[in-house]
């Protein structure tokens, strides 16, 4: 852990490549996009999770190719792609897990 605490700021990414001047009907029937982890853990991305939309409206998909031949940048799995969801790490397992929530009850 002490490696990873001693990396300092993420670096900046790069505005997404990946907008598209759709509107959201368009994205109906658009697949679950599943990422696989070592270990047995699998995180679940729906429209919501991948796509956010701009001013302009455009939608963006919430990932973008990262080539890891530029020192300092890792991938990262961003805010909208968590959205909706309990992310926890055990650390004495190294043991990473996702559970889906419904954010609207927590308001309650």
């Not at 993420?10 to 990422?35: H, N, R």
């Not at 939608?59 to 890792?74: L, T, Y």
């Not at 805010?79 to 990473?96: F, K």
Request: charged fraction near 25%.
């Amino acid at each position: 852990m002490e490696a990873i605490y001693n990396q300092g700021r993420a670096k900046q990414l790069k505005e997404a490549s990946t907008s598209y001047p759709v509107v959201t009907q368009d994205l109906i029937g658009f697949p679950v996009v599943t990422l696989h982890f070592s270990g047995g853990a699998d995180l679940e991305l729906d429209i919501e999770n991948m796509f956010h939309s701009t001013e302009d409206r455009k939608f963006c998909m919430a990932v973008d190719v990262v080539d890891g031949k530029e020192p300092g940048v890792s991938s990262v799995i961003g805010v909208a792609a968590q959205q909706y969801l309990n992310v926890g790490y055990d650390l004495s397992a190294g043991m990473l897990y996702f559970e889906r929530i419904d954010c609207e009850l927590l308001e309650d």
